[in-house]
Nanobody
Framework: VQLQASGGGLVQAGGSLRLSCSCTLSGSFGVISDMEWHRQAPGKQREVVASITYSGSTNYADSGKGRFAISRDNEKNTVFLEMNSLKPEDTAVYYC???????????????WGQGTQVTVSS
């Protein structure tokens, strides 16, 4: 299982970015459940930003409510994070995470992507 995140960059405060994370399944792994975005700012712990179930139910951390939108394309095993009205405090490395199980199994495991840097200038 591999997750590849992209879409980060440098943006001015008030701007927007759209992150993407594609999950590649291999071997016996074939079922993706929840997909999430987390972020980690320098000197801080990693925190969840938003999550989405396979059926599309979403949850957001208070920091992103009203500004961020998570979505997914189940056919392409891809999760997106649309970020609007960005603030300098949104500066962090953003990571995607997916909950995956083998096609013929019942135990799920989490897998992380490599992270993409988002920098918001004031």
């Amino acid at each position: 299982v591999q997750l590849q995140a992209s879409g980060g960059g440098l943006v001015q405060a008030g701007g927007s970015l759209r992150l993407s994370c594609s999950c590649t399944l291999s071997g016996s792994f074939g079922v993706i459940s929840d997909m999430e975005w987390h972020r980690q700012a320098p000197g801080k712990q990693r925190e969840v930003v938003a999550s989405i179930t396979y059926s599309g139910s979403t949850n957001y951390a208070d920091s992103g409510k009203g500004r961020f939108a998570i979505s997914r394309d189940n056919e392409k095993n891809t999760v997106f994070l649309e970020m609007n009205s960005l603030k300098p405090e949104d500066t962090a490395v953003y990571y995607c995470r997916a909950l995956v199980r083998p096609t013929d199994g019942s135990y799920y495991s989490y897998y992380w992507g490599q992270g993409t840097q988002v920098t918001v200038s004031s």
